[in-house]
Structures are given as C-alpha cells and as structure tokens.
C-alpha cells in the first residue's frame, strides 16, 4: 500500500508563488518517478512537471522557466516550486508515483491540491 499526501495549495494573487509538497509512504520501489499533474475544471488531467529517482527532469511547455520540480529521496517527497503563477495555472494538482518491477506497472495518486491564481 502506498499514500501520496500533499500539501501547500492555496489562493495567490497573480504573479504570486506557492509551493506544494508531497510525501509518499508504504512500499515504494526505490527506482521510481515523481511528479505532479494538474485538471483544471473541464479539462483533462495534464502533466506539469516529473522527476526520476536518478534525478532526470521533464516539464510541460506551458510551465518552463516558471516551475520548479524537485525531490529528496530519503523522505520520499517531492516538491513544486511555482513563481510567475497565471490564472491559467488554477487547476487541482495531483501529485503521482510510478514505476515498474517485474514487468507490471505501478502507478499511485495523492488526492490533490487546489491551487487558485486570482486577483
């Protein structure tokens, strides 16, 4: 079993910035990915930022130069710096955690974090 329990959502005004963390439990394989996802209302669920546990890093276009993912393996938590936030950045952010052991997949979510950018 696993938990993923974020934290640091919020409101901020435009141009503000938060950061949300989160901190993953249970039986986690230690060659994993972390990241962050994000569903704004009527959208899909998009991808925002992920790391790996050797530390390679991918961003949505939508996001670069702006967020920052990073994570501390021995308390296997992952973080989300966020600056220059945008209205277009208010969505319900899901932080995830994957990988693969033999040949099946694995694939947890955290239960999400409302971020709001509003003036």
């Known amino acids: 079993q696993v938990q993923l329990v974020e934290s640091g959502g919020g409101l901020v005004q435009p141009g503000g910035s938060l950061r949300l963390s989160c901190a993953a439990s249970?039986?986690?394989?230690?060659?994993?990915?972390m990241g962050w996802y994000r569903q704004a209302p009527g959208k899909e669920r998009e991808l925002v930022a992920v790391?790996?546990?050797?530390?390679?890093?991918n961003y949505a276009d939508s996001v670069k130069g702006r967020f920052t993912i990073s994570r501390d393996n021995a308390k296997n938590t992952v973080y989300l710096q966020m600056n220059s936030l945008k209205p277009e950045d208010t969505a319900v952010y899901y932080c995830n955690t994957a990988w693969v052991y033999r040949n099946k997949g694995y694939d947890y979510w955290g239960q999400g974090a409302q971020v709001t950018v509003s003036s």
């Open positions: 790391i790996s546990s050797r530390g390679t890093i």
């Open positions: 249970g039986s986690i394989f230690s060659i994993n990915t």
